[in-house]
């Protein structure tokens, strides 16, 4: 029985995608919590789904607990967001790829973009060598100022950014 209402679930390893759902259960007054917390009894209650995960590689991280149990929530709205730290980044073409196989799914989600940034410090030593190789890479061809920019932590989140999400998740309300 759906007796409640929004819930943010989310997957974090910077700590940029728990800021974010952190800002979004605030402004939604509801709870937030991590994935590896979730369960599926437990959010079946729950009205609305807000599911968050990271980019990496322009592959979204941290969906598996809603691509695992996505038909088990049928009457439920369900809204995703990834963080990351570029720009040119389709909520639309995110969507895709975190359902990649799963189609109908993704047709009853809606997918949001939210820009944060990057945290060498959290990061394990193969995400950082990775980071590194692409920031040399970029400045060999040509994109010194990307490559630059890219090579240090820095964080452009900001509250701002939820207010597109936050607002269907209210308008669904009504």
């Known amino acids: 029985m759906i007796d409640r209402g929004p819930i943010v679930i989310y997957h974090s390893k910077t700590g940029f995608t728990a800021k974010y759902a952190l800002w979004i259960a605030e402004k939604l007054e509801c709870p937030f919590i991590s994935d ?15 599911f968050g995960g990271r980019l990496i590689a322009g592959k979204p991280q941290g969906f598996d607990f809603l691509r695992k149990h996505i038909g088990e929530f049928p009457e439920q709205q369900i809204v995703t967001f990834v ?67 890219l090579s240090q932590s820095f964080d452009e989140s900001s ?13 669904s309300v009504k």
């Open 83 to 149: 963080t990351g730290s570029g720009t040119d980044n389709d909520p639309a073409e995110l969507k895709k790829k975190i359902f990649s196989g799963m189609e109908d799914a993704a047709e009853r989600v809606s997918g949001y973009f939210l820009k944060s940034g990057l945290n060498y410090d959290k990061m394990g030593i193969g995400e950082r060598l990775v980071m590194k190789t692409l920031c040399r890479l970029l400045k060999l061809a040509g994109k010194k100022e990307l490559g630059q920019h």
């Open 159 to 171: 509250p701002d950014f939820v207010d597109s999400l936050v607002g269907e998740v209210k308008t």
């Open 36 to 50: 590896k917390e979730a369960a599926v009894k437990p959010l079946k209650h729950y009205r609305t789904l807000i």
